[in-house]
């Protein structure tokens, strides 16, 4: 069964830095690409960031401008999402989502249950 | 930056057929994909690739493509198909993806 677990999500000061942890198992995890996806409260889902299956092809969301940085470990079967600069707006529920068995797709196709990140002084 | 646009709301009775739009510029050469979302819980996938149902997911869901519009349509909706859905798709150079605006999809 494919599980993703997202952590790290919390409360964080505007300018501040957070790291947002995604635990995949049920599947081999180097094998897949791997997605970010945001949804701020009583909003529609955002796409933040995709990145493929070797770390060879990262993308964003144009508004994040060079804040957010996504890495993985495949030896860990890890997803990371750096944060940083946040802002008010960046309040989210922050999903990892794995891509389809097509390693040449991206869609999200399994979610984990998101972390809450609130950015609030 | 690249839009998918989508009505606020539809209202079906049960039983009844609810058709759920997605309009944007680049669908005429991209997939579109749909997911329900229910209060509370993380989306799940009911269309890929415009018009593919993954397993599990029942036959009433079913959807297309034309031109610049994608359609999910929900035949014999049933009470359960209370959500929210959204499209996704990319922009036309494949590196921006994005969802839609989202609709709210009432079963009474």
């Known amino acids: 069964e494919v599980q993703l677990v997202e952590s790290g999500g919390g409360l964080v000061k505007p300018g501040g830095s957070l790291r947002l942890s995604c635990s995949a198992s049920g599947f081999t995890f180097s094998n897949y690409n791997m997605n970010w996806v945001r949804q701020a409260p009583g909003k529609g889902l955002e796409w933040v960031s995709s990145?493929?299956?070797?770390?060879?092809?990262?993308y964003y969301a144009d508004s994040l401008k060079g804040r957010f940085t996504t890495s993985r470990d495949n030896a860990k079967n890890s997803l990371y999402l750096q944060m940083n600069s946040l802002r008010a707006e960046d309040t989210a529920v922050y999903y990892c989502?794995?891509?389809?068995?097509?390693?040449?797709?991206?869609?999200?196709?399994?979610w984990g249950q998101g972390t809450l990140v609130t950015v609030s002084s | 930056s690249y839009e998918l646009t989508q009505p606020p709301s539809v209202s079906v009775s049960p039983g009844q057929t609810a058709r759920i739009t997605c309009s944007g510029d680049?669908?005429?050469?991209?997939?579109a994909y749909w997911y329900q979302q229910k209060s509370g819980q993380a989306p799940v996938l009911v269309i890929y690739?415009?018009?593919k149902r993954p397993s599990g997911i029942p036959e009433r869901f079913s959807g297309s493509s034309s031109g610049t519009m994608a359609t999910l349509t929900i035949s014999g909706a049933q009470v359960e198909d209370e959500a929210e859905y959204y499209c996704?798709?990319?922009?036309?150079?494949?590196?921006?993806?994005?969802f839609g605006t989202g609709t709210k999809v009432t079963v009474l």
């Open positions: 680049a669908l005429p050469n991209k997939y």
């Open positions: 990145i493929s299956s070797s770390s060879s092809y990262i």
């Open positions: 989502a794995r891509g389809p068995d097509d390693s040449n797709n991206y869609y999200p196709c399994y």
């Open positions: 690739e415009d018009s």
């Open positions: 996704y798709s990319t922009d036309s150079s494949g590196n921006q993806r994005v």
